[in-house]
């Protein structure tokens, strides 16, 4: 790598460090994750100031650093700034966002999981629901990982799924299990027909086929859960930002916080 290079990039996260500088983690298409520094950034005659704000895609010249590459010049290519004036759609994009950070390792090439981010990142800033916008992140994220959800065949016998028989959503074992086949008890992992078609739809349908969809408040509840459990599974942890998003859902009118703490 050149000792300085020029990239497109998405912040994902950022903690200040000492008087006036600040830290970020950065996705980008070619370099992957990498943590970058931002000098001086947080007083108010710097020049990169607040263009280096998460949800955004920008231009950015870097210098190979030691510890940290050096942010040396910001350009924002694309600001959207109406996914930040809706709550519910900034809290999915700090979730969002953390996945992406989750899943990817340093330095290691991330072209699809980048352009599966920006879109999110669009279809958010033009109001699409935040929580489709999420569900249809999380299962291309899955795909990406190589980690794509079985929804068509038992994950434990691997016949075909008929519409009349009892699903059970076990995402340790990567998707569906029969009505037949044993597993866990049914009390705690049964997955209705209906939430069953909703996560098939998400695998095939495209965004605006999506995005036209009427669907039944509890069948994207249960969908919800179920990405979510699988998600945990995959990464191996619950996102931090979940809580957040669960604030802003749970009090609409009176979440006023930038973000998760800490993010
Ligand atoms: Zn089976």
Redesign the pocket.
């Known amino acids: 790598m050149p000792r300085r290079y020029v990239t497109d990039a998405i912040v994902l996260s950022r903690f200040d460090l000492g008087e006036a500088d600040r830290v970020l983690t950065l996705i980008t298409p070619e370099h992957g994750k990498l943590k970058a520094i931002a000098k001086g950034v947080r007083r108010p005659t710097s020049r990169l100031g607040g263009s280096l704000e998460p949800f955004a895609e920008l231009n950015v010249a870097l210098a190979r650093g030691r510890t940290f590459d050096v942010v040396t010049e910001v350009r924002v290519g694309h600001a959207w700034l109406g996914l930040r004036d809706d709550l519910e759609s900034a809290a999915t994009a700090w979730y969002i966002g953390e996945l992406a950070d989750r899943s990817l390792e340093e330095r290691h090439e991330a072209h699809a999981l980048y352009a599966l981010l920006r879109r999110a990142f669009e279809l958010l800033d033009a109001g699409m629901a935040p929580g489709r916008v999420a569900r249809w992140y999380e299962m291309h994220l899955a795909d990406e990982l190589g980690q794509r959800p079985e929804v068509d065949r038992?994950?434990?016998?691997?016949?075909m799924l008929e519409a009349s028989e009892a699903f059970r959503w076990v995402p340790p074992l990567g998707g569906v299990?029969?009505?037949?086949?044993p597993g866990p008890p049914a009390d705690r992992t049964s997955l209705s027909l209906d939430a069953l078609k909703l996560l098939k739809a998400y695998q095939r349908l495209d965004i605006e086929a999506l995005a036209a969809l009427r669907l039944p408040e509890g069948t994207e509840r249960e969908v919800e859960g179920a990405m979510r459990d699988f998600m945990r599974i995959a990464l191996e942890r619950d996102p931090r930002s979940l809580a957040f998003l669960d604030e802003v859902r749970s009090h609409p009118a009176h979440a006023r916080a930038p973000g998760p703490a800490g993010a």
């Open positions: 038992c994950v434990e016998c691997d016949r299990v029969c009505g037949r086949c």
